[in-house]
């Protein structure tokens, strides 16, 4: 039996750019499925690692650009097509299954949310077929970058889980491997000229500068606060709250001082230096020193205690944030105290 080979070709000429929209719709709906399959499942992370893996050797084997322009054979396009269709697919995968994980460890109101806004505008681009298709034929400097970007960011999540490896010495080990295996696809792809390989080397630089030197734009993933309470005191053998207040306390009923206790949840064992800052009103007044904590399977607690100096908490709202070294805050709470 013979394919008709030139009437999928009309076809596929009249009617393929309805399809990649409709297509584009689907893959933003599967998009909302993996977010919610995400939720929770850590287990399902390891599987980025083969996600990963099979996204650099279709992004390598699409920057041979096959037969670029519409006038190629039929059977050339397909495999340009097919090629395409597999990068984009693995990326959208990768960065909607990516997102839950870094929502759990973001704070609204910090620079980290920058990261997130990030991921999900990259996981929304990836859905638009026939624009990223475009700039992924056409632009392998596009092709390079949007690679580095992705795994950077799974690589920063798996990396902690993988190696039990601490988040502030995990985020530059992920650039540092993110921008390695983006160099294979560059020497692969035609980049072009002086100017298409300085923006390659700029793309680099400014991964490796929020690694490096802007790590609070980058959440402590996987650490994340699970819950946070306040308390007039704390029972030390049980590390239970003692008399807990919530949302609006008298100063006079905490007996001149204020306990916060935080329970940090780690799907795996990772190493990590956590302290906590006091604020009243927004102005810092007081800082716990860094602990050196090994999360366990599960998490841990940390606690600590702000007493006045005169007696009584002055009044104001007082808010507590939770962070790792280099100010990458993972949780925050506040109470108001009259």
Avoid at 5 to 24: K, P
Avoid at 317 to 334: E, I, K, Q
Wanted: with cysteine; hydrophobic share 55%.
């Amino acid at each position: 039996m013979t394919i008709p080979v030139d009437r999928i070709d009309r076809l596929w000429r009249r009617h393929g750019r309805t399809f990649w929209i409709l297509h584009s719709i689907w893959a933003m709906a599967t998009g909302v499925v993996i977010l919610w399959l995400a939720h929770e499942r850590y287990g399902f992370v390891y599987w980025v690692v083969g996600f990963l893996a099979l996204t650099w050797a279709s992004t390598l084997f699409f920057s041979r650009r096959l037969g670029d322009g519409e006038l190629a054979p039929f059977t050339t396009r397909f495999k340009r097509g097919l090629a395409s269709y597999l990068t984009r697919v693995l990326y959208q995968e990768t960065l909607f299954f990516l997102l839950p994980f870094y929502a759990y460890s973001t704070v609204l109101h910090t620079w980290n949310v920058s990261f997130v806004v990030l991921l999900a505008v990259l996981a929304v681009l990836s859905c638009l077929d026939l624009p990223f298709d475009g700039w992924l034929r056409t632009s392998p400097v596009f092709s390079l970058v949007f690679f580095a970007s992705v795994a950077f960011g799974a690589l920063n999540l798996l990396l902690p889980m993988i190696l039990s490896m601490d988040p502030s010495l995990a985020t530059p080990a992920a650039a540092v491997l993110a921008l390695a295996t983006a160099a294979p696809l560059a020497m692969r792809a035609r980049v072009g000229g002086a100017w298409a390989w300085a923006r390659v080397a700029a793309a680099g630089l400014a991964i490796l500068v929020v690694a490096v030197g802007l790590p609070h734009l980058v959440p402590p993933v996987p650490l994340r606060l699970q819950a946070i309470a306040f308390a007039a005191d704390l029972d030390r053998a049980t590390l239970e709250p003692a008399r807990p207040v919530e949302g609006e306390v008298a100063g006079g009923e905490l007996g001149g001082q204020l306990v916060v206790l935080a329970r940090v949840f780690a799907p795996v064992n990772v190493p990590a230096r956590i302290a906590l800052d006091w604020y009243l009103d927004g102005a810092l007044v007081r800082s716990s020193r860094e602990v050196e904590i090994l999360a366990h399977e599960g998490g841990f607690r940390f606690w600590d205690v702000l007493r006045a100096e005169a007696g009584t908490l002055a009044p104001g709202r007082y808010r507590v944030v939770l962070r790792t070294t280099n100010d990458r805050v993972f949780g925050s709470a506040s109470v108001q105290v009259r």
